[in-house]
């Protein structure tokens, strides 16, 4: 490890960098800097400005708990939002994306599980049944061999209600694209836990809107990544930005992959 990548903070910089907390960080540098000059301090003036530039881009910000207050600050400015989010660049999955087209209630789509038998209790947690489970995860198995292109293709062959389909890799995160145009990203990991799902339960639903909500689902019920055999993780939503599009809010726990650095599930946070 070289003396830099010491004093880096991946967690503020890379694709995790926050533009809100750039931003003001550079723009509070350089006014410190300019004040400086301003009272004559013009070494000092060109020392903060560069090293405070310098740890802005090793460390994500210079100023302390800037990711606390900067993405809300910039959300109540009047600067439109897109200077700040790429919309193209995708950001870790936030678990709710789905191949399933509509979003039925959890209770209900779990309560015709248990009924069918595909989910069952067993003392008082809730499991896939054991004829299930080898299917579903030898389902997983195969379409985990794919590529993401391959498995795109499979995916708009497999289910009725999806036309087209196109495939993204960005940032080291792979994604089928469903639907025509930008269309929906959905992360590898989960589009193969769902097509597998879905697969599998043919024999147990017939309603094709249950069938795709249970397939969702299902995925709750994950301990190892799909597309790559990493252990899952259960963690919060926590980031630079967590707190930007819903300040008020307690994170959600999410059920993460740390090698494909995608979601899994997002557990409701009940509020
Ligand atoms: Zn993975």
Sequence with gaps: MSALDALRGPEHTGSNRCWPCTALNLLLVGAFACWLRFRD?????????AGGVAVVYLRGYVVPYTPAFAPKLVAASPLPNEWFHDERSPQPADG?????????????????????????AVDDRLLVAED??????????SLAALSVDGLAREIARSLPHVDETDSLVAEGRSWVVVGP?????????????????????????DDESIRL???????????????????LVETSEVSCCGGYAKPRQTPDEVLACPNCDQRLYTFPSGE
């Design 213 to 231: 909500a249970a397939a969702r689902a299902l995925r709750m019920f994950l301990e190892e990544c799909p597309a790559c055999g990493t252990g």
């Design 96 to 120: 709710k994306s789905s191949l399933a087209a509509t979003d039925l209630d959890g209770e209900t789509v779990l309560q015709e599980l248990v009924t069918a038998g595909v989910v069952e």
């Design 41 to 49: 301090r013009r070494v000092l003036g060109t020392l903060v400005a």
């Design 132 to 141: 299930v489970d080898g299917p579903w995860h030898e389902e997983m198995r």
């Design 181 to 205: 145009g930008e269309g929906e990203l959905v992360a590898r990991p989960v589009a193969v836990a769902e097509l597998a799902a879905y697969r599998v339960l043919a024999d147990y639903l």
